[in-house]
């Protein structure tokens, strides 16, 4: 029975972690590029006090094991990059990447660092940025005096000018793709580092060699269905609660034991 309370225990636990995955998953329904999370259970260790094929008399052998276990834990939580809704915005600095890939961002410390999120916008010096102001990379600059920016799918950036109606190109957008893009460290601000389970990033022009290729004047939307994390939460809750009886169950029969006389 001591060893029931502890495996309920694990299991409290467990679905705490489930519940803080659905909760981030929903408080970040409406957030540009968010890929939601899905919390991953493992069993833990067994105590075979039998094991399968046993011998059990001269001529018979247990045709299966007795094996107790020791409850549950989270083994990890993965994020599923699957397509989210495209929300058409018009903003010729909106991106969205049709497929697989991310926008390469230069960071503070000059790391590079991977999002999904296309809400760019420009800053003082006319540079393509995120909206924590971290620039693109490669560097994209827009003259002060672009009147049009058009972003193709290839990743092509022109501009026209009142006095060059004709397009130039100023730049080229770039998109990195991972072998395990699970495998990416979320840092906040939508933005991801490599790791070594995601692999080195294959660089590249948009919709080559298995890269998305880019839509200008839209977003995409966070991956989030908001009613499967609503049956999720309940599941959860349910798991919790009955878990929580399993320990009563448990409290209830030692004191039963220990009045015993």
């Known amino acids: 029975m001591l060893r029931s309370l502890h495996i309920a225990a694990s299991g409290m636990s467990a679905q705490e972690a489930h519940l803080e995955g659905i909760s981030n998953n929903i408080a970040n ?5 968010y890929k939601k999370q899905r919390v991953e259970f493992q069993d833990l260790l067994y105590q075979t006090v039998r094991a399968a094929g046993t011998q059990t008399s001269a001529t018979a052998t247990a045709p299966s094991g007795l094996q107790i276990g020791s409850g549950v834990r989270v083994a990890g939580m993965a994020r599923v990059f699957s397509q989210g809704a495209t929300l058409v915005t018009n903003n010729q600095l909106d991106l969205t990447i049709e497929g697989s890939g991310f926008f390469v961002i230069q960071q503070a410390n000059g790391s590079p660092a991977y999002t999904r999120a296309g809400s ?25 005096d672009a009147a049009g920016v058009t972003i193709g799918a290839d990743g092509t ?42 692999g080195d990033p294959q660089v590249g022009a948009p ?23 609503m049956v999720g939460l309940i599941a959860a809750q349910r798991s919790y609660e009955i878990n929580s009886k399993v320990i009563t169950a448990a409290d209830d029969m030692l004191r039963a034991a220990t009045q015993l006389r």
Do not use: K, W
């Not at 329904?29 to 590029?33: L, M, Q, S």
């Not at 420009?122 to 971290?134: K, N, P, S």
């Not at 919709?207 to 994390?229: C, K, P, T, Y």
């Open 120 to 144: 760019f916008q420009l800053d003082a010096q006319g540079q393509i940025v995120t909206a924590e102001g971290y620039p693109l990379e490669p560097a994209v600059t827009i003259p002060q």
């Open 29 to 33: 329904a409406n957030t540009t590029g």
């Open 207 to 229: 919709g080559s060699e298995g890269r998305g290729a880019i839509l200008q004047g839209a977003l995409e939307r966070a991956n989030v269905d908001v009613v499967e994390e």
């Open 157 to 198: 950036v022109s501009v026209t000018t009142t006095n060059q109606p004709q397009p130039t190109q100023v730049g080229q957008l770039t998109i990195a793709t991972f072998v395990n893009p699970a495998g990416l460290e979320a840092v906040g601000h939508n933005l991801f580092t490599q790791t070594a389970a995601s």
